[in-house]
């Protein structure tokens, strides 16, 4: 009665009878018509919202949502166009979608500027998962992650992240969660066992079951320049995690990757002499940072702004200090430790 991928009204159907108009938002791929029972194939509408970037990955054969799509009201929280992730081969995205498929929640473990938030982005993308992103610094409070009471009036309750997230599903990734303050942590220990749920003392013990697709991600960077030394995960927490995957900069110290020298070439349109030069810079500076020299180390996200005005013309000394230099620190002294840097690699002095 239809043809193949066309938009279709759902003929026979209660709703079609009613009100006539029972679109359907999908494009049908086969129909069958079985006791008046339609069966649309929603596989379709699944393919063409892919990224382009879904079959440079290998992660075919793990489906974290299977025959469901999340409601309308959701879509807008699945990222869209979020870049390529680089690596060396570890393949990184499969395996956090690996251990997301058979565990439901994994660790990320890395400096920061090692692309743990832009692969989150990139794996509810390439999942089509709707993503519930929660800071854990210590502003952080339960309020925020778990709901509060907004005026007076029991139905001015208004759901945090972390209950939301419970409710419909989708991905919460918790960033720094070892910068958690410990009320907040103890709150979400419960939440964390994959079959646990969430019970709202505040609004008359309301229990919030945890949905069959919802996963978690969290992350950690070991070298937090804010407090003396690293501030260890929750006990309870690190129990609950079953698969932990360590990130580091693609280049560091002596160790120059091409790729980063590549992927920093095309990102900002620089040659290859410039792209290796500002790629040394940055991967001196990070070694620095990880032997607590320097209070910071520079992504690629970084290392693409100072190389992007170069690019505009700039001068590639007058360039860092509108982006490296300033970047890494507020004091003199250390600017001038990375001015010297940068100098040393751009004119050998
Ligand atoms: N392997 C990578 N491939 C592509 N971009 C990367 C990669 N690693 C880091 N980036 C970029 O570097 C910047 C910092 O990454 P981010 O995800 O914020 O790091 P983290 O969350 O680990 O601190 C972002 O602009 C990100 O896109
Ligand atoms: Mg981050």
Known sequence: MNQKGASIYAYGTDAYKKSGSAKLKTE??????????????????KEMSRSPLYYKYDIAKYDLHPGYEFPDF?????????????????RYVERIVRALYYFKQCALIGPSGTGKTHI???????????????????????????????????????????????????????????????DVATRLNP???TRGHLVLTEKDNEVVVRHPYAYLIISMNPFSAEFAGTKPLNAAFRRRMSVWIN???????????????????????????????????GAEMRRQYKAGDLPYGPSIGDLIHWAILIKDGADPISAAEETIVALTSDSAEVQADVRRLVLSVFKGS
């Open 28 to 45: 049908v791929v086969s129909l069958k018509t079985e006791n008046a029972k339609v069966t649309v194939n929603i596989k379709k509408r």
């Open 247 to 281: 990130f580091d900069y693609e280049s560091v110290g002596e160790r120059i990757s091409q790729k980063e020298v590549e992927l920093l070439m095309k990102r900002a349109q620089i040659d290859e002499d410039t792209a290796y030069k500002i790629i040394r810079v």
């Open 191 to 193: 939440v964390l066992d």
């Open 120 to 182: 989150t982005y990139l794996v509810a993308e390439l999942t089509g998962l709707p993503l519930w992103e929660v800071n854990c610094g210590l502003q952080t409070s339960s309020y925020d992650l778990i709901g509060r009471f907004i005026g007076l009036g029991k139905e001015n309750w208004v759901d945090g992240q972390v209950t939301s997230w419970l409710r419909y599903g989708g991905l919460l990734y918790l960033d720094e969660a070892n910068m958690m303050k410990q």
């Open 74 to 90: 959701l879509q807008p929280l699945i990222p869209r166009g979020t870049p390529e992730y680089v690596d060396s081969g570890q």
